[in-house]
């Protein structure tokens, strides 16, 4: 059994046919599905699908790209909507400097705010980071001093230097399909030696779609050609591959009670 361990189902491009989508993912040996949220008002959304199908959790949180509508946002909400028990974890929350949709302040002090969330719970932190390497690494770190934390780096696409010292704070790291592009090199040498403990796959669904499907939307069914890939830089089988990685899902997602 194989874990897409991060998608959106409520996304254009899955909902108009997500009991489509997922009968496909189920029929390739994909068993479970963390659906995730960007926006409060996303929530609800998310929380339904995860109520209506046994196989699907939810994680709750608010994206940086989001980070300015949310400014005022308290951990009190998060921690409300945290309680019901489809809700596996917070976010995806963290930095993007890439495309600066909210002012960076704003993001850093909402990134703390799931953190603190995060620590209160237990609930695993799920983190997005694009062009912002140094600022998360500095956040991440200041705050596990206060006290630690679960987190998980989704869709890894950061330096080797960023996978040491996040590896260094217990975190895990998790593979999307853009490990099987062609140009993908370093993250290729980064998830061949990746600790057997830490490693995640997920899809990003509907974005992202690995290769063979390139150009193609993405679905959580893929989640099975990006493990084969990763399998193959480890030099394992997919067989060991799903079942490391699931296993690591659970002890990540102890909520979910895989």
């Given at each position: 059994m194989l874990i897409d361990s991060h998608c959106h189902l409520e996304y254009k491009g899955?909902?108009?046919?997500?009991?489509?989508?997922?009968?496909?993912?189920?029929?390739?040996?994909?068993?479970?599905?963390?659906?995730?949220?960007?926006?409060?008002?996303?929530w609800g959304?998310?929380?339904?699908?995860?109520?209506?199908?046994a196989d699907v959790w939810a994680s709750v949180g608010i994206h940086p790209h989001e980070a300015d509508g949310h400014a005022d946002m308290g951990?009190?909400?998060?921690?409300?909507?945290?309680?019901?028990?489809?809700?596996?974890?917070i976010g995806e929350t963290g930095l993007d400097y890439?495309?600066?949709?909210?002012?960076?302040q704003?993001?850093?002090?909402?990134?703390?705010?799931?953190?603190?969330?995060?620590?209160?719970?237990?609930?695993?932190?799920?983190?997005?980071?694009?062009?912002?390497?140094?600022?998360?690494?500095?956040?991440?770190?200041?705050?596990?001093?206060?006290?630690?934390?679960?987190?998980l780096i989704h869709c890894f696409t950061a330096s080797a230097d960023f996978a040491r010292k996040v590896l260094d704070l217990g975190l895990t790291i998790s593979f999307s399909g853009i490990v099987t592009f062609k140009n993908a090199k370093d993250l290729q040498a980064i998830a061949?030696?990746?600790?057997e403990d830490r490693i995640l796959v997920e899809t990003d669904a509907p974005f992202l779609a690995p290769v063979p499907h390139r150009g193609r939307v993405c679905e959580?069914?893929?989640?099975?050609?990006?493990?084969?890939?990763?399998?193959?830089?480890?030099?394992?089988?997919?067989?060991?591959?799903?079942?490391?990685?699931?296993?690591?899902?659970?002890?990540?997602f102890g909520k979910a009670g895989l």
């Open positions: 899955l909902v108009e046919d997500q009991q489509g989508v997922l009968a496909r993912a189920r029929a390739v040996g994909i068993g479970g599905f963390l659906s995730i949220s960007t926006r409060q008002r996303e959304q998310v929380i339904g699908t995860a109520e209506r199908e951990e009190g909400a998060l921690l409300e909507v945290a309680a019901h028990p489809r809700v596996i974890a890439y495309y600066d949709h909210s002012e960076r704003t993001q850093k002090a909402l990134f703390r705010r799931h953190i603190s969330v995060a620590r209160e719970t237990g609930l695993p932190i799920i983190i997005h980071t694009r062009d912002a390497e140094g600022d998360t690494a500095a956040i991440l770190a200041e705050e596990m001093e206060q006290g630690a934390y679960p987190a061949a030696e990746l600790p959580p069914a893929f989640t099975a050609d990006t493990a084969r890939f990763v399998a193959g830089l480890r030099g394992v089988s997919p067989e060991a591959l799903a079942e490391t990685t699931t296993r690591n899902f659970a002890r990540l």
